[in-house]
């Protein structure tokens, strides 16, 4: 649902479709469209004129982020991947990211767009090369239990992490 944030008013209806819980919503940065992630195992961009659905997590999409410049969507799924998709059209940009051992809680986009960060059950934090796909580097280890939140510095120099340890731990972006 759209909520004014001035007013807390609701604007327009209730925006349906999913059939499972709503686990993840982000605005595109120029605040024109919204997606949606959800158990349902799709990712839903609403959007008055070109609305559209995305298929290809097998399991709980928790997870949904919009790169900076808007064209592509990056989600994590309770599937064990990270999935790339092109946010005009919908269709999947590339193969899966796959590495992490258990669900993938969020992934988001540096603020360049030139790389991904992720955070999963394994306990994991991952970079990945947002243009190829690929790893960059080893797994960030240091929680001892799941980590479900995750978020880069506005330089894109600075990785902080949350997890189940009850604790945020920061990463250098460059080194690991």
């Known amino acids: 649902r759209l909520w004014a944030a001035g007013s807390g008013q609701p604007l327009g209806a209730p925006l ?47 997870g949904v982020a919009f790169s900076p410049d808007g064209h592509r969507i990056v989600s994590s799924s309770a599937d064990r991947s990270v999935r790339l998709w092109d946010a005009d059209t919908g269709q999947p ?13 969020k992934a988001v986009f540096s603020p360049d767009g030139r790389r991904i960060v992720s ?9 990945w090369d947002a243009d190829t796909g690929e790893p960059i580097g080893e797994p960030l280890l240091g929680h001892t239990a799941r980590v479900d939140a995750i ?25 690991g």
């Open 16 to 62: 349906t479709g999913h059939t499972r819980p709503v686990e993840s919503v982000a605005f595109s940065p120029d605040g024109q469209t919204v997606v949606s992630a959800s158990a349902d195992s799709t990712i839903r961009v609403w959007d008055a004129a070109t609305g559209y659905v995305m298929t290809g997590h097998t399991n709980t999409v928790d």
């Open 93 to 105: 940009i590339g193969k899966p990211l796959l590495g992490h051992t258990d669900s993938v809680f």
């Open 119 to 127: 955070c999963s059950g394994d306990r994991t934090v991952r970079l």
């Open 151 to 175: 978020a880069i510095s506005p330089d894109g120099h600075r990785i902080v992490s949350g997890g189940d340890d009850d604790t945020l731990r920061l990463w250098d972006a460059d080194s």
